[in-house]
């Protein structure tokens, strides 16, 4: 009987009592995160002379001023997005894997003070705003995560991943309150697909025979906007968004499924 219960308890420590990769084995996961942009402007800088504000105002009709618009980021405008998503992955080994993601991101829309607008006749500086319409972005990429330690503990990992994301349509509201000015709902980004990708490091932490949470954080990237000048092209405005890449510091927690 002795030997019977030492040789159940040597099988049972043998045996993989908790969720982990190997090879041929596949997992679903549910995606969370916090992600903080750390650079890549909305849209940059330029100074621009209006010769006469009465298409804008015809209050103000023979009145020049100039534009001063500064450069403004996404952390500015936007602040941090939330994000969730879907990933499956296939193990290569008890260390390795490959998956693929599926993220749904979003941030409110923002209002920042964009620059002002110099009036000569007043001799004054009139502060330009913007409201910038909701961030709605969707990314499909795959990659490759590598585990370190033993399995049925927690393991610390690093993984990369490519693939692309799409961008709704963004459009902005410009406004000169003091001078009565406002360009309603101008187009500003048209929807369109760009470059994405990103580094991370985190740790899994088993809880059951096939269930885990994992912790991470890393740095993700996405690549320019695609631009829509039609209705601030007029105003010597063309070139401001000719940018809208991100460079982000996303938070996740995720809770994995492997079969």
């Known amino acids: 009987m002795n030997k019977l219960l ?5 099988c049972a420590l043998a045996s993989p009592a908790f969720a982990s990769p190997s090879e041929g084995r596949f997992s679903m996961s549910l995606l969370g995160n916090l992600d903080t942009p750390l650079s890549g402007d909305v849209h940059t800088g330029a100074t621009v002379d209006i010769p006469d504000l009465g298409p804008l105002n015809p209050a103000l009709a023979g009145v020049n001023a100039q534009l001063r618009i500064g450069a403004r980021g996404h952390d500015r405008i936007y602040g941090a997005a939330t994000s969730y998503g879907l990933e499956f992955a296939y193990g290569l080994d008890d260390r390795s894997e490959v998956f693929a993601q599926l993220r749904e991101s979003s941030a409110g829309q923002g209002r920042v003070r964009v620059g002002g607008a110099y009036v000569p006749a007043l001799a004054t500086e009139l502060s330009v705003f913007g409201t910038f319409s909701r961030y709605e972005a969707y990314s499909a990429e795959v990659g490759y995560r590598r585990y370190f330690g033993e399995s049925g503990w927690a393991r610390p990992f690093l993984a990369g991943r490519i693939g692309a994301t799409e961008t709704d349509a963004i459009r902005a509201t410009f406004e000169i309150p003091d ?24 740790v899994v932490v088993p809880l059951g025979e096939r269930f885990s949470m994992t912790l991470s954080g890393g740095v993700s990237y996405i690549g320019e906007l695609s631009s829509d000048d039609s209705a601030i092209g007029g105003l010597g405005l063309a070139a401001i968004n000719d940018t809208g890449s991100r460079v982000s510091m996303p938070l996740s927690i995720t809770a994995r499924w492997d079969f």
């Open 6 to 10: 030492l040789s159940a308890a040597l």
């Open 179 to 202: 001078a009565g000015i406002v360009i309603p709902n101008a187009p500003f980004f048209e929807k369109a697909w760009a470059l994405s990708g990103g580094l991370e490091a985190g």
